[in-house]
């Protein structure tokens, strides 16, 4: 107990001396923060420039904070703008720790500016000397876009040449793709057993590249099922979506000399909303028993519930979209899946039409840059790290700047 | 002409929208024209609320298979387009913002129509089991490939995968279960997916470059 009492006084006795000790001059945490100490720190330098690659009306501010942000009673920064010609000065905004940058956009093109920063502590204001004279201009080309514009022009250069090559009569040899190939044994499939064919361009508007990819490829199966005359639903998710479907069957129809037996409700309106369609695209697969499934387009988390109810009624399924994430689930579910740009490439491959086979040598020609970039960027990056090569390194900081839009 | 004038308007908004990526000043032209691509979708919706319409009233009428259900998305549709249009229980009235609570539109899209999207949505978890259950039979070199791979990763992601590998030294712990998880998932998964990535990357490059030089018209109901 007397023990106990003993560290209890012991205790006490060193909390009261760390009390005093802290109220000591010199000795407090906080004590080096004072007045005095901040104003031995440099002034902070503020600059100002026009903003790179924009539209105009915008200047950006910057400033290196040489540690007033650290100091007790820090408050902020304090930015102001000084209309050269007006003479007009305006206090812009008060911007907390951690802000080393600020751009104004709400100047005009017309005037020039100069800045001036305040730093705010425990109500002192710090200013910063004015910066130089500075006018926001607009920019004709995004420079951090160059590479991309170098990149682009190569592969559409070659895209065009090898289109007019095909013209010209040039032979292209186009791999197998099995999907495609299987259009004709799923339509056959459906003719035999008397049901219909079912087709969902996804679920995304005429602006997405993917649903026009569908859309193309639904011309080529349309022809085929009126060739067969065969029965073709559509439900769609959106109005222009079912318009322009209605457009390419009815065309299909009329290039297969069957124009009477087109028909506007093969293609359908049924909902914007996601799962409200595939409720709806569910319940006509159970009820009506396509013999084949058509899914190509752009679609989302309703892929598999789509892929998955047409697997359960036993038909043919081919499935192809561009959504990487949505791939698995179709190779699982379906019989046939068209990869990523095997989607963009259906359309070409099933018209044979020289043009359209010649823009798909041109994209090989990415693939090849693609293959050695990737390599020689394999080989740069090793070699850099492992034996600190300055040229391995250059290397490599260029094919970074390359394929860099930041 | 009726090829002729999408095909030009497709010409000119594509070129424009390329042009905007490259000129910080004509960014706004490619905004507005994405804009006016809203307005026409607006419109159109009018189509297809007209097509719901006429298809399912059609099949009530003539009594067509599964009639009933066409009923339900009559009404579905009208009631929510008047109690919508005309702001019924709205509690700042006909001027007032349609999603305050207490609207009866935003209590039908609350209590009606949100859980039956999660229904829907639910269902994925089912799918996903059948789906998985099939692709990972071991059937040739490649599904058992993804079947030891998908293990490894679903281990890996466990309590148990961390339980089953933590006595082996730090010095191989790359063999440790979610280290191997992780790896799978940041090497060969990534660098698949990315090469897809390339793969559709160059796809719409070609293909936007057949819309653009009118190459491709298929779905303006024209040969392609």
């Known amino acids: 107990m007397i023990a106990l009492l003993r560290v209890a006084k012991f205790v006490v006795s060193l909390c009261s001396l760390l009390f005093i000790v802290s109220f000591l001059p010199g000795q407090s945490v906080y004590s080096q923060d004072t007045a005095s100490s901040v104003n031995n720190l440099p002034p902070i330098t503020v600059k100002a420039y026009d903003t790179e690659n924009d539209a105009g009306s915008s200047i950006t501010v910057e400033w290196s904070d040489p540690g007033y942000w650290r100091r007790e009673g820090f408050n902020g920064y304090r930015l102001s703008r000084k209309n050269v ?11 907390p720790t951690g802000h080393v940058l600020h751009e104004d956009r709400s100047v005009s093109d017309d005037s020039s500016y100069t800045y001036t920063l305040a730093v705010l502590i425990n109500g002192a204001n710090l200013t910063s000397t004015s910066t130089e004279v500075v006018r926001s201009s607009k920019q004709w080309f995004d420079n951090r ?10 592969i559409c250069g070659a895209v065009i040449y090898f289109i007019e090559s095909a013209k010209r009569g040039t032979k292209l040899f186009l791999r197998r793709i099995a999907g495609l190939e299987a259009i004709d044994e799923a339509v056959g499939r459906a003719t035999e057993m008397g049901r219909p064919i079912l ?91 396509p013999a084949a499934c ?55 491959y099933l018209s044979g039409e020289p043009r359209q086979l010649g823009s798909l040598k041109g994209a090989d020609v990415g693939k090849a840059i693609a293959m050695i970039v990737i390599l020689v960027g394999v080989i740069a990056t090793t070699i850099a790290s492992a034996w600190n090569s300055e040229s391995m390194l250059w290397i490599e900081n260029l094919l970074r700047q390359m394929f860099s839009t930041g | 002409m009726k090829h002729q004038i999408p095909m030009l308007i497709l010409s000119a908004v594509g070129t424009l929208l390329v042009v905007s990526v490259f000129v910080p000043s004509a960014q706004h032209w490619g905004e507005d024209a994405t804009l006016y691509f809203d307005i026409i979708a607006v419109f159109a919706f009018f189509l297809g609320g007209g097509n719901l319409i006429r298809v399912h009233t059609e099949k009530v009428s003539h009594k067509s298979a599964g009639w009933i259900y066409s009923v339900v998305t009559l009404l579905g549709f009208g009631i929510m387009l008047v109690t919508g249009l005309f702001k019924i229980g709205n509690p700042n009235g006909i001027a007032g913002d349609l999603s305050k609570s207490g609207s009866y539109f935003q209590l039908l899209f609350q209590y009606v129509m949100s859980p039956l999207n999660s229904t829907m949505y639910a269902l994925l978890a089912f799918y996903v089991a059948s789906a998985s259950y099939r692709a990972f039979r071991a059937k040739n070199t490649e599904a058992t490939i993804l079947l030891v791979a998908a293990f490894v990763i679903l ?40 090469a897809i990535m390339i793969g559709i990357s160059l796809g719409v490059i070609s293909m936007s470059l057949r819309l653009l030089l009118g190459i491709e018209r298929t779905y303006l109901g024209g040969d392609s």
């Open chain 1, 145 to 154: 876009l160059t590479w991309v514009l170098i990149l682009g022009l190569i």
């Open chain 1, 199 to 289: 087709f969902i361009a996804g679920i995304q508007d005429m602006d997405d590249v993917q649903t026009i990819a569908g859309l193309t490829i639904l011309g080529s199966i349309a022809r085929t099922v009126a060739e067969y005359d065969t029965k073709i639903n559509m439900p769609v998710c959106t109005s222009l979506v079912m318009t322009a479907a209605r457009e390419t069957i009815k065309h299909a129809y009329v290039t297969a000399g069957r124009p009477d037996a087109y028909n506007d409700d093969m293609v359908r309106y049924v909902t914007n909303e996601q799962f409200g369609f595939v409720a709806a695209v569910d319940g006509i697969m159970v009820r009506e028993r």
């Open chain 1, 294 to 348: 058509f899914l190509l387009g752009a679609f989302f988390a309703e892929s598999l519930i789509m892929a998955e109810t047409g697997n359960s009624i036993g038909a043919i399924q081919v499935a192809g979209t561009a959504m990487p994430a949505q791939l698995p689930f179709f190779v699982a579910a379906c019989d046939y899946t068209l990869i990523g740009e095997e989607l963009f490439a259906a359309s070409a």
């Open chain 2, 155 to 194: 281990l890996g992601r466990t309590a148990l995968g961390v339980l089953l590998t933590n006595w082996i030294p730090a010095q191989l712990s790359v063999l440790q279960i979610p280290n191997l998880a992780i790896w799978i998932m940041n090497a060969p998964n990534l660098a698949g997916q990315r």
């Open chain 1, 85 to 95: 010609a007006s003479g007009i000065e305006d206090s812009l905004d008060v911007l």
